[in-house]
């Protein structure tokens, strides 16, 4: 079974920073494509980020380029969203997704991402206070 887990979200004031986790179990780490969404009360879910182990690709939405930074650490299974200079319209809940490695164009373009990864956490909180 697949298991996708979040963490590393919270209340932190605009400026700063924050590092969420995504552990995952169950699928083979080493050929992987794991993606970032967030979504806001009252707006569509949006894809933030995606990193791809078929060709290391990785991709940004255009509203965190710059800030926000996306890593894997095989050994741990686990992929990593370091956000800095965090705003109050990053305020979120924020998903990891996972799919079979496919490069992260196929899953994001400059229209966004695309609802393709097969499996999905439960989510995490993200505060930015003004």
């Known amino acids: 079974e697949v298991q996708l887990v979040e963490s590393g979200g919270g209340l932190v004031q605009a400026g700063g920073s924050l590092r969420l986790s995504c552990a995952a179990s169950?699928?083979?780490?080493?050929?992987?494509?794991i993606g970032w969404f967030r979504q806001a009360p009252g707006k569509e879910r949006e894809g933030v980020s995606c990193i791809s182990s078929s060709d290391g690709s990785t991709y940004y939405a255009d509203s965190v380029k710059g800030r926000f930074t996306i890593s894997s650490d095989n050994a741990k299974n686990t992929v990593y969203l370091q956000m800095n200079s965090l705003k109050p319209e990053d305020t979120a809940v924020y998903y990891c997704?996972?799919?079979?490695?496919?490069?992260?164009?196929?899953?994001?373009?400059?229209?966004?991402?695309?609802?393709?990864?097969?499996?999905w956490g439960q989510g995490t909180q993200v505060t930015v206070s003004s």
């Open positions: 169950g699928f083979t780490f080493d050929d992987y494509a």
């Open positions: 997704a996972a799919d079979e490695s496919a490069p992260c164009g196929y899953y994001c373009s400059g229209y966004g991402c695309y609802d393709l990864f097969e499996w």
